[in-house]
């Protein structure tokens, strides 16, 4: 029994010694991996635009643009990450809105190197966003009228006004709940103007969820310089807004047929920011679910969509809208005007009623 027991104990000896060798063998055998895809000649243009949003034209274009803000890194194993692949890895991931760590293994790169990758890129983005997101000059509003006149008749408008909810995860804190949205999740209150193109012309961002849509409008910049009286034009906003002179909404109670004409005029065209809205988040999925990264992140992810989203209406990519745009509820409730502010409530239901009873 004793012998058989000690040819057992040998025999696993002998077996542990053998893997151990193999396993030195194979640590001293050089690492090899397999060159990465390239999408710019594996993709036909069809399926390049449907995963990453842009055209290949439009990529080489906005790559251009950055690259000066896109330094080459490297992985963990030392690969170099060049500013193409950056930005192919930040747009895949605004496109599905996949968690960083699966994008990481389909790429052939660390989760650290893709979060690294999203931050470097939607940051470069949002520092060229003036160069897309500009509002008309006084000198080029009339052009914007024209534009907008021929979708249901409305004269004299120059942008269409509306807020929406982009939701963000929890931040914790005393204020947390500041960014609690009306529909009951954390989120920015993001406001956006929109031209008869759907192309964004004004963004405002960094507003909490709970921010009220005509808040955001009266604290922004935009609104200042439309009640220095430079536009001859106005914007179209829904009931959550306050009538103004520079910001008409629909008549609360049509009673004349021509404010009932007015009305259907202002929905059908102020339809454009609502399309604006559903197109984003169909293209952007990063969008329709909670955004995780830190805060600064967050705005600079934000604001890159808008972006991309310009770019891809200058290039008329396609838009990819469904049956029904529009996913915004008009659940806005108005704030109601303090007594200073009744002599601007009045002179913008004047303008209002002169409207609607010259043109329709």
Not at 82 to 108: E, I, M
Not at 236 to 255: E, V
Not at 314 to 323: A, D, K, M
Not at 340 to 357: L, W
Request: proline share 6%; net charge positive; glycine share 6%.
């Amino acid at each position: 029994m004793c012998s058989m027991a000690a040819l057992h104990a040998f025999r696993e000896v002998m077996d542990l010694r053998e893997v151990m060798q193999v396993l030195q063998r194979n640590g001293r055998q050089r690492r090899t991996f397999c060159q990465r895809l390239d999408p710019m000649t594996y993709y036909s243009d069809v399926e390049f635009l449907a995963r990453f949003r842009l055209s290949k034209e439009s990529f080489d274009t906005l790559l251009t643009e950055i690259r000066h803000l896109l330094p080459s890194s490297r992985d963990r194993r030392g690969l170099r990450i060049s500013p193409s692949l950056q930005l192919l890895v930040a747009l895949r991931n605004l496109a599905t809105g996949n968690f960083q760590l699966t994008l990481a293994d389909t790429a052939d790169l660390s989760q650290p190197s893709v979060s690294r990758c999203l931050k470097t890129v939607v940051h470069a983005i949002a520092e060229v966003a003036p160069r897309y997101i500009r509002f008309p000059t006084p000198a080029e509003e009339a052009g914007v009228m024209q534009a907008f006149s021929t979708i249901a008749g409305m004269p004299g408008y120059i942008g269409c006004l509306d807020g929406t909810l982009i939701p963000v995860r929890g931040p914790g804190g005393e204020e947390a709940e500041l960014y609690r949205g009306r529909k009951g999740f954390y989120a920015y209150n993001v406001m956006d103007v929109c031209d008869a193109s759907l192309c964004v012309i004004n963004l405002v961002m960094h507003w909490p969820g709970s921010a009220h849509d005509s808040r955001v409008f009266i604290e922004s910049q935009l609104c200042r310089t439309l009640q220095g009286g430079q536009y001859r034009g106005f914007l179209l906003g829904d009931s959550g807004y306050a009538n103004r002179t520079y910001l008409l909404t629909p008549f609360p109670n049509p009673r004349a047929p021509h404010e009932g004409r007015f009305n259907a005029s202002q929905v059908r065209t102020r339809n454009c920011v609502e399309r604006v809205f559903g197109i984003l988040k169909r293209r952007f999925a990063v969008l329709a679910t909670p955004i995780r990264t830190t805060v600064a992140s967050r705005s600079d992810i934000i604001v890159a969509t808008f972006v991309l989203h310009n770019i891809a209406v200058i290039n008329n990519l396609s838009l990819e809208e469904g049956p029904d745009p529009r996913v915004e509820d008009d659940d806005n409730i108005p704030e109601p005007d303090d007594q200073n502010n009744m002599p601007a409530a009045a002179a913008g239901r004047g303008r209002r009623v002169q409207i609607a009873r010259r043109f329709f």
